[in-house]
């Protein structure tokens, strides 16, 4: 657990570039990556407006650094949000992986190029987006989503009528006519976009191979997050706080103090990097800050791994084969200490059947005959 530096503000669009980078060079390395060609792209794109006129880029550039270096010093709420970003669960990357997912796969012999001809028959001046879509392997992928059972997943749950959006679409309009043509196209068209939005896109193969090693403690290399480096300070600073400095009392005259005190406070201290000199116990800690070890990166790594799979396409026949994330929990075997507490235990009976073959909950008492 480290506090935030305080930096000064970056006040150029190079600087606060400069600065987002660097706290990127604080994540796991397996999320590096993803996330510094996020920053990449966004600046290049960026790069072309003039920030005088339009400074929402600028401000939305301080309060990613502002995230990324609470994330960085012990917030687990936004580092968690950090990885699903970078693992592709929600953002820009999900987008991405969503786009791949759904994409026809290129025909490799003559009977899939006919097979692909056919399905696009006498259509050809009609064509949408939804032609362009396999939506058999999407709603194969759905369908896998579904069985595997998410636990706490940043998307809704897909329910089991939205992997067949054809069938739950009405055939007649409030008249009871028939619905016209292009309004259940366009209907169509909504459900199977409604059902891509909450897809948990495949990660590639090696990528989440390296996710599972992480998890299950076999993992080669480095994985962990390298310690912040010390800030660098001139020859002539000096490293002790000085002693004896005038109060800002102007801010306290015009403004609530609830107002000057909210940088200080412990909700947004990870945020601001504040320091409070004006508690008499001291700087207090941080609401929220935690210390990252391995263990808690892996416990963080295993909840985006069990969000995750891979799919890879079978070597014979139609179809492919989708695995999920799935931590086994086994029980730890007791140590030689507490193993004279199972050493004498005693077997279980087994319950007494009937011959009907069921158990007996409440025995009936034997009525007496008399005579």
């Avoid at 391995?294 to 909840?303: N, S, V």
Wanted: charged share 30%; glycine share 6%; with cysteine.
């Amino acid at each position: 657990m480290s506090r935030p530096l305080r930096i000064p503000k970056p006040q150029t669009p190079l600087h606060l570039y400069r600065h987002l980078l660097r706290e990127t060079s604080y994540l796991p390395p397996l999320a590096r990556p993803s996330v510094h060609k996020q920053i990449r792209n966004r600046f290049e794109r960026d790069s072309g407006y003039d920030q005088d006129k339009n400074p929402k880029h600028i401000r939305q550039g301080h309060h990613e650094l502002r995230a990324l270096r609470a994330a960085n010093s012990g917030d687990l709420v936004r580092m968690r949000r950090v990885l699903l970003r970078a693992f592709g669960r929600i953002g820009r990357r999900r987008r991405e992986l969503v786009s791949h997912l759904v994409q026809r796969d290129t025909p490799t012999n003559t009977e899939e190029l006919a097979k692909y001809a056919e399905a696009l028959a006498g259509n050809y001046k009609n064509l949408d987006w939804l032609d362009e879509w396999d939506v058999e392997k999407l709603r194969m992928y759905a369908r896998s989503q579904l069985q595997a059972g998410l636990n706490n997943p940043p998307k809704a749950p897909i329910t089991d009528n939205q992997t067949a959006p054809e069938k739950i679409l009405p055939t007649e309009n409030a008249w009871g006519r028939p619905l016209p043509k292009k309004l259940a196209r366009t209907k169509l068209k909504k459900m199977w976009k409604s059902l891509a939005e909450k897809i948990m896109p495949p990660l590639p193969k090696k990528e989440w191979e390296t996710l599972k090693a992480i998890v299950q403690g076999t993992v080669q290399g480095p994985w962990l997050p390298p310690p912040r480096r010390p800030l660098a300070r001139g020859m002539s600073e000096n490293a002790q706080p000085q002693e004896g400095q005038a109060w800002a009392w102007q801010s306290y005259a015009i403004k609530p103090v609830a107002v000057v005190d909210l940088p200080t406070n412990r909700k947004n201290k990870l945020l601001s990097g504040a320091v409070d000199d004006n508690t008499p116990t001291g700087d207090p800690d941080p609401v929220g800050c935690h210390k990252y070890t391995p263990r808690a990166w892996r416990r963080m790594l295993g909840t985006i791994w069990q969000l995750s799979a891979t799919m890879t396409k079978k070597p014979e026949g139609d179809g492919s084969c989708i695995t999920w994330g799935k931590q086994l929990h086994q029980p730890l075997s007791a140590n030689a200490g507490n193993m004279e507490f199972f050493t004498d235990f005693p077997d279980v009976e087994a319950p007494k059947v009937e011959d009907k073959g069921r158990r007996s909950r409440n025995p009936k008492p034997e009525a007496k005959v008399e005579g």
